[in-house]
T-cell receptor
Framework: SQQGEEDPQALSIQEGENATMNCSYK?????LQWYRQNSGRGLVHLIL?????REKHSGRLRVTLDTSKKSSSLLITASRAADTASYFC????????????FGRGTQLTVWP | DAGVIQSPRHEVTEMGQEVTLRCKPI?????LFWYRQTMMRGLELLIY????????DSGMPEDRFSAKMPNASFSTLKIQPSEPRDSAVYFC?????????????FGPGTRLTVL
C-alpha cells in the first residue's frame, strides 16, 4: 500500500510538552504532507516537505523526512490545549493528478 | 476565496432511500476527491476526478455508489439505495493538480446517518 502509517495511534500529553508523531510509508514519494483534523471538521493542510528536503519548520511545527528509512516525523513544540486534534500524514507520488495517500492518523490530546 | 463547499452538512435518511451529496470545489482547482471517514476504516478515497473526468473509482464500495462531475464547479455523490453501513462522514476535497505542491483543500463534510 502507498498509504502512510502514523505512530502512535494516540498520544496524550500536558500543555507545554512537546508532541512527536511519526509516519512511515512504503513507496517512493515526491512530497509528504501533514494535515490536521479537529473534531467534526475537515482536514486542514499544515506543512509539506519535499523529497529532497530533510527538515522544515513552520511556527511551532517541525517536520523531518528520511527518505532512506521512508519515514517522517512531526514535532509540535510547547503544545497547547488547542492543538488537540487528529494528525494525518499524506504522501504524494508526483502524479500531476493530485492524488494523496493518507494514513490512519494520530489522535493527540493536550491536557491543560 | 470561499473554500470547498459541501451540502448538506447533515443528512438523516432511512434505509433504501436515495441520498445525494453535493460539492463545489475551489475555483481554479482541477482535481476533486470524494472521501469517506469512519472510525473503523479511517479515511478512504472513494473516487477522484481530474478536469471533470473520473480517474479512479476503485474505492467506490459497490454499484450503489455513483459520482458525477458535470462541470468544473460541481460534483455529486449518490447512494441508491442507502444502507445503515453507509453511515459515515463524507468529505470532498479539491486541489490544483499539475502545479505542485498538490495540497488538498477539504470541505466541512457531510455527516450521513442511515437508519
Amino acid at each position: 500500500s502507498q498509504q502512510g502509517e502514523e505512530d502512535p495511534q494516540a498520544l496524550s500529553i500536558q500543555e507545554g510538552e512537546n508532541a512527536t508523531m511519526n509516519c512511515s510509508y512504503k513507496t517512493s514519494i515526491n512530497n509528504l504532507q501533514w494535515y490536521r483534523q479537529n473534531s467534526g471538521r475537515g482536514l486542514v493542510h499544515l506543512i509539506l516537505i519535499r523529497s529532497n528536503e530533510r527538515e522544515k519548520h513552520s511556527g511551532r511545527l517541525r517536520v523531518t523526512l528520511d527518505t532512506s528509512k521512508k519515514s517522517s516525523s512531526l514535532l509540535i513544540t510547547a503544545s497547547r490545549a488547542a492543538d488537540t486534534a487528529s494528525y494525518f500524514c499524506a504522501t504524494g507520488g508526483g502524479s500531476t493528478l493530485g492524488r494523496l495517500y493518507f494514513g490512519r492518523g494520530t489522535q493527540l490530546t493536550v491536557w491543560p | 476565496d470561499a473554500g470547498v463547499i459541501q451540502s448538506p452538512r447533515h443528512e438523516v435518511t432511512e434505509m433504501g432511500q436515495e441520498v445525494t451529496l453535493r460539492c463545489k470545489p475551489i475555483s481554479g482547482h482541477n482535481s476533486l476527491f470524494w472521501y469517506r471517514q469512519t472510525m473503523m476504516r479511517g479515511l478512504e478515497l472513494l473516487i477522484y476526478f481530474n478536469n471533470n473526468v473520473p480517474i479512479d473509482d476503485s474505492g467506490m464500495p459497490e454499484d450503489r455508489f455513483s459520482a458525477k462531475m458535470p462541470n468544473a464547479s460541481f460534483s455529486t455523490l449518490k447512494i441508491q439505495p442507502s444502507e445503515p453501513r453507509d453511515s459515515a462522514v463524507y468529505f470532498c476535497a479539491s486541489s490544483r493538480a499539475g502545479a505542485l505542491p498538490d495540497t488538498q483543500y477539504f470541505g466541512p463534510g457531510t455527516r450521513l446517518t442511515v437508519l
